[in-house]
């Protein structure tokens, strides 16, 4: 198998002056797991690595810069999850780690359980070795922009930062297959800004935000987090390429068709086991990238398609 990466940035209302930041980034995050899997890593070490730089990236609703609940704080969540033989780890509630999936991708390999939170998630990472940040240290000035906004117009639906002097930001994943035909997904995010305490989204929730099965393919998905959990998007791809459905074709009609029924939209990156690549959404924008045949191929307009010859500067 020709290995081969894809990652995505966040879907949503992504303001004009925040695109170039979610592109550079994008074009960063595949070439790390893009180097990954060519030094014969595994799917589940790039996608892992792929997510990790896009946590340190205040263009991305992930890690650093993630958005903020009702009381100013960041509660971050990720899962990840390997084809092979169906483990998942994943985390949620988590408010004093630089790096979510790097927590989710150790309950996966040491944990007896596939999802921690709050304290339990926080004792577990201790435990493990990873060691704590002040939390004021994982807030952006776009972060908390975001949030005086959403508490002054009452809109608490934001997983985007939609306003153009406030930045935007997103969800970010990435599918991989390796060299081995060995298919991994890993998704990260700060959530919903403005959120309850508490809330939990569709991310860490297997076969909503996240799903990878090697006989089908994987698939991470962004957007409205309550509409993706409701449908079990990521899941419904996978279903619909189980019959031979190409992973566009599946990845097109699933979004659209959850768009329909409960009107909120959301964006998805799938790969098929065979290495075919889907990419759709029904958001206003999603930043996504893959690497092909020595080239970089990345948007995030509707239809958009840019190419780049591939280099590793590109990181």
Known sequence: MKPIIIVHGGAGDIPQNRVQGKLDGMRVAVTIGHEVLERGGSALEAVEAAVVSMELDENFNAGYGSVLNLRGEVEMEASIMCGKNLDVGAVTLIKDFLHPIS?????????????????????????????????????????????RKILKDGDYTKTEIGVADEGGVGTVGAVAIDADGHIAVATSTGGMSGKAVGRIGDTPQIGSGTYADDNVGGVSTTGHGETILKFCLAHSIINKMRDGTHADVATRNAVNEMTARLKNTAGAITLSKNGDVGIHFSSNRMSWAYIKDGSIFYGIEPGQVLVHKYSPDCK
């Open 103 to 147: 927590i989710a991708h150790k309950v996966l390999t040491d944990s007896p359980h596939c999802l921690l939170g709050a304290e339990g998630a926080k004792l577990f990472a201790l435990e493990k070795g990873f060691e704590t940040v002040p939390p004021e240290s994982l807030i952006s000035e776009n972060a908390k922009a975001a949030l």
